[in-house]
């Protein structure tokens, strides 16, 4: 890997600087000067000259295996470790000091590993006594990983890389983290369910486990965040206006697609995003200038703007939009800026350090749906959704995370786009009815996802079949506005929304006040206007968020905490239509916990409840 390079080259410099020849031994004045010069050819990178030079010096001078050492590391630094092939088993460990005899075994590894002697560059990184110092820890472990690939323990080869993970930043542990992954789902489906499944949830391999299983196509029961402690906690005895985990960037850029049929979604998020900007002024909090970039709507148009905020010399970069834009800016060799995606990447990788992705999941409505059934006792559950992308995947993470809490699936029904007719659906699923036996519906209840129109034809046609189960959604049943007249049929449906279009969470702008301002703040595109706001209010807490787990930030869009990747996860509120018209349960914040990683859109529509997006 690249950081192996860049690491080796300071500590190269270092080492021939410093590098200690045993005390007995007394060096000549044209040794020294030799030795010097030699040590000036390695730090201008003239590895090749610095090698021959060590090696005339291990012929002349006073310590030929500390010499040939130096020799070898050059040539390693000049990509032809094979060059110390010749005399590299000739070095006499016992005449090496310090941490000269790790030094060697590292050498000796990597030259086993480019000869296909992975059984020998395990043993060598594998040893019981082994001790390096912390500059060749990284190197260690990746060496040993590279062995533990080659001789087929491709658990073990991923477990040392989850090791490295923390001590890694930028593209380096990017790459790392997709060669974690990549070990685990060659392992396959099976397997990896089995170890999930044996696991204690404090495992810090279950994380990499549930990724692994994600990208295999495997719907995963996540657990849920814990929220502890809200972010912002007034620090007593530092004044007034200082909070805890603020940290507000002095200069933000906004990247977003200006143009093009991300237009109307853009939009929203950027009224959204400085309505909270406005509003923050009111409580007195530090607002840097920022400045909107337009990507246009492509990878490069997002490559351009990114690079474009860098030069300007901003501290924060939020957005962009689409799943080939952030794809694009997590491919470049570095990303200098921090970087708080509004969408994640199309190859799925993990966010590297100074990266954070933010967003709405449909799956993340399903598993929360999941777990408010099963802590209401529904335990047995039948499904019926549409057979749009977004009901799909919330059926699977609903699935998932039900049968995790011990309930089941009875049945699972499909509604069509096309017909209003749902009586054959109905009927296939053999559910429980008013004139079958009345015990058999206390712990059963129906979980539906689907646009407004439809559910809106689904429940009476439930009733007329004499199913009178309680019914649980996502928030696409919700077109955002009060219809009392055409909501009238979902009577008694639960689902699960953000926070703001209902009013429920304290220190947030009014939403009807804002409404009656700006139509991006009514209907379906509300949810992508609480994300805007939400975007804007993370940016100061971003860093805290990541370094204190259970730590969270009351939000428009949901109660917002991060994973150990950087994905901010939501936690959302319950609602129930009374009346014809959704209100918040009790009145108040309720709220199930439950896991969300989240892209607002895709490349082509804007993920509002009518127009989910992701993977």
């Given at each position: ?172 542990q990017a790459q790392n983290r997709k060669e ?303 219809d009392a007249g055409a909501n009238r049929d ?126």
């Open positions: 890997m690249r950081f192996t390079r860049a690491a080796g080259v300071a500590l190269l410099i270092s080492l021939a600087l410093t590098a200690c020849v045993p005390p007995t031994v007394e060096r000549s004045p044209a040794e020294i000067a030799a030795s010097q010069q030699a040590d000036a050819l390695q730090q201008q990178g003239k590895y090749d000259d610095a090698a021959q030079s060590y090696l005339a010096l291990a012929q002349t001078g006073s310590n030929r295996d500390h010499y040939q050492l130096l020799a070898a590391e050059a040539y390693r630094q000049e990509g032809q470790l094979e060059r110390a092939t010749p005399f590299i088993d000739t070095i006499r460990r016992q005449r090496l000091s310090g941490d000269e005899p790790s030094r060697l075994d590292l050498l000796q590894a990597e030259l086993a590993l480019k000869h296909n002697n992975a059984p020998r560059a395990l043993q060598l990184t594998t040893q019981p006594n082994i001790s390096v110092p912390p500059s060749l820890q990284l190197r260690l472990l990746e060496l040993r990983s590279q062995a533990m690939q080659q001789t087929g323990d491709l658990w073990g080869a991923a477990r040392t890389r989850v090791e490295m993970d923390g001590q890694l930043r930028g593209l380096d974690i992954v990549t070990l685990l789902t060659q392992l396959g489906a099976d397997p990896l369910k089995q170890r999930a499944a044996a696991m204690q949830a404090s495992d810090r391999m279950l994380p990499w486990v549930n990724e692994a299983l994600s990208q295999l196509g495997v719907a995963v029961a996540r657990p849920a965040p814990t929220l502890e402690q809200e972010v912002g906690t007034m620090m007593p005895g530092e004044g007034a206006n200082v909070r805890e985990g603020f940290k507000m960037p002095a200069h933000v850029a906004l990247i977003l697609p200006a143009s093009g049929n991300l237009a109307a979604a853009s939009a929203a998020v950027a009224e959204g995003f400085f309505a909270a900007y406005a509003d923050s002024g009111r409580n007195h909090t530090p607002r840097p200038p920022v400045r909107v970039y337009d990507t246009g709507g492509t990878p490069a148009g997002a490559v351009k703007a990114y690079q474009q905020a860098v030069t300007d010399g901003v501290q924060l970069v939020i957005g962009p939009l689409t799943r080939g834009e952030v794809s694009a800016l997590f491919g470049l060799p570095q990303l200098p800026v921090a970087l708080l995606a509004l969408n994640h990447p199309d190859d799925k990788s993990l966010p590297a350090s100074g990266v954070s992705e933010f967003g709405l999941l449909p799956e993340t409505e399903g598993a929360q749906a999941a777990d408010h059934m099963a802590e209401g006792g529904l335990l047995n559950a039948y499904v019926i959704v549409s057979n749009d992308d977004f009901a799909q995947r919330a059926a699977k993470a609903f699935r998932a995370e039900l049968e995790s809490r011990g309930g089941k699936v009875a049945g699972m029904g499909n509604l069509a786009a096309s017909g209003v007719n749902y009586a054959s659906t109905i009927s296939g699923l053999g559910m429980p009815t008013d004139t079958g036996d009345a015990g058999a519906n206390n712990n059963t209840g129906v979980f539906i996802s689907m646009r407004p129109q439809q559910a809106r034809l689904l429940l009476p046609q439930l009733k007329l079949a004499r199913v009178n189960l309680p019914v649980i959604g996502t928030s696409h049943i919700y077109a955002g506005t009060d979902l009577e008694g449906v639960e689902f699960c929304d953000a926070p703001w279009l209902f009013d429920v969470q304290p220190g947030l702008p009014n939403r009807s006040d804002i409404a009656a301002q700006l139509p991006t703040a009514r209907g379906t595109s509300a949810r992508l206007f609480a994300f805007g706001m939400d975007a804007w209010n993370l940016a100061p807490y971003l860093d805290w968020l990541r370094a204190h787990p259970g730590s969270y930030l009351p939000g428009a869009s949901g109660q917002l905490t991060a994973d150990q990747f950087g994905r901010i996860r939501r936690v959302l509120v319950w609602a129930r239509f009374q009346d014809g018209l959704a209100r918040p349960l009790n009145g108040s914040l309720q709220m199930d916990n439950a896991p969300a990683l989240a892209p607002p859109v895709d490349d082509k529509q804007p993920a509002t409840s009518d127009q989910p997006t992701g993977h």
